[in-house]
């Protein structure tokens, strides 16, 4: 994909001293944000080029001509690139046109996910657990041994945020394959913290409320939602911009020595 000049890392060309120096905390960052052609994966893209970041967009979903993100206002961008986070091919071919035309990665936010509707776990198949094995916990293995050797050498030092559910907390029933391929995941994510800490790299979970988005509303009514939001300390709903918020603050410089965590974002819905 080309991207005009101007959107590519500036880090690479370091200003003169006649330039104003970038108070932003993701200035000079690239990020890879994954599911985030809508919902929360946009609402996180959006946040992180509104803090000067350089967005990479990834999603299975091929953006249609003169659809791509309006960028209006933002300091960073955000640049579509069509991506199945479950082909390892495609992936390494898809960071490598990113690298060339961002100048790196810096952020990595795993958040494409196979969602699931409600059926009983004495119907499910073995071929359905996979599945969300390989969407929800195996795609994100495969992004991060992507991203590891430019997360490595990152001046921000590496930011890996999973998308995880809080579900694993609640054993949600009817949605085996889910809840297991989402606590896969936060298991990962800890490993990945020990493991890619010696790098300086920071490895994250965060989890959401049953916040309204297209795949969330598919399997949920309003009734499910108000019930959720009944059970809350704060009783409003989350917004794909509350969360995207929790997102930007684990990439933020702030958050340098934060790493192995569960954070949840649910109005006080779970409280652990």
Same mark, same amino acid.
């Given at each position: 994909?080309?991207?005009?000049?101007?959107?590519?890392?500036?880090?690479?060309?370091?200003?003169?001293?006649?330039?104003?120096?970038?108070?932003?905390?993701?200035?000079?960052?690239?990020?890879?944000?994954?599911?985030?052609?809508?919902?929360?994966?946009?609402?996180? +893209?959006?946040?992180?080029?509104?803090?000067?970041?350089?967005?990479?967009?990834?999603?299975?979903?091929?953006?249609?001509?003169?659809?791509?993100?309006?960028?209006?206002?933002?300091?960073?961008?955000?640049?579509?690139?069509?991506?199945?986070?479950?082909?390892?091919?495609?992936?390494?071919?898809?960071?490598?046109?990113?690298?060339?035309?961002?100048?790196?990665?810096?952020?990595?936010?795993?958040?494409?996910?196979?969602?699931?509707?409600?059926?009983?776990?004495?119907?499910?198949?073995?071929?359905?657990?996979?599945?969300?094995?390989?969407?929800?916990?195996? +795609?994100?293995?495969?992004?991060?041994?992507?991203?590891?050797?430019?997360?490595?050498?990152?001046?921000?030092?590496?930011?890996?945020?999973?998308?995880?559910?809080?579900?694993?907390?609640?054993?949600? #029933?009817?949605?085996?394959?889910?809840?297991?391929?989402?606590?896969?995941?936060? *298991?990962?994510?800890?490993?990945?913290?020990?493991?890619? +800490?010696?790098?300086?790299?920071?490895?994250?979970?965060?989890? #959401?409320?049953?916040?309204?988005?297209?795949?969330?509303?598919?399997?949920?009514?309003?009734?499910?939602?108000?019930?959720?939001?009944?059970?809350?300390?704060?009783?409003?709903?989350?917004?794909?911009?509350?969360?995207? +918020?929790?997102?930007?603050?684990?990439?933020?410089?702030?958050?340098?020595?934060?790493?192995?965590?569960?954070?949840?974002?649910?109005?006080? *819905?779970?409280?652990?």
């Amino acid at each position: 994909m080309e991207v005009d000049g101007h959107l590519r890392r500036s880090a690479r060309h370091p200003p003169t001293g006649a330039e104003v120096v970038n108070t932003l905390p993701l200035a000079d960052t690239v990020a890879v944000v994954t599911g985030a052609a809508d919902g929360l994966g946009k609402a996180i +893209g959006r946040r992180l080029a509104a803090d000067g970041c350089a967005v990479a967009a990834l999603d299975i979903k091929e953006t249609p001509n003169g659809t791509a993100p309006a960028n209006d206002n933002l300091p960073g961008s955000v640049t579509p690139w069509t991506c199945d986070v479950t082909n390892p091919v495609a992936i390494r071919a898809a960071i490598t046109d990113i690298v060339g035309a961002l100048g790196g990665v810096d952020i990595l936010v795993n958040n494409a996910g196979l969602l699931s509707g409600r059926a009983s776990l004495l119907d499910a198949t073995p071929e359905e657990l996979h599945r969300f094995y390989d969407v929800n916990a195996v +795609g994100a293995l495969l992004l991060v041994q992507a991203c590891f050797p430019y997360l490595r050498e990152s001046s921000h030092r590496g930011r890996i945020i999973n998308i995880a559910s809080r579900t694993f907390f609640t054993g949600s #029933p009817g949605q085996i394959g889910y809840v297991a391929s989402k606590g896969a995941l936060l *298991g990962m994510t800890r490993v990945m913290a020990r493991e890619l +800490g010696e790098y300086r790299i920071t490895v994250n979970a965060v989890l #959401p409320a049953q916040v309204a988005t297209p795949g969330t509303r598919a399997h949920s009514g309003d009734d499910v939602f108000q019930r959720t939001m009944a059970q809350q300390a704060i009783g409003e709903f989350v917004t794909p911009e509350d969360f995207a +918020g929790l997102v930007a603050y684990l990439a933020s410089p702030d958050a340098k020595l934060v790493t192995g965590q569960s954070l949840v974002c649910d109005g006080g *819905g779970l409280l652990h």
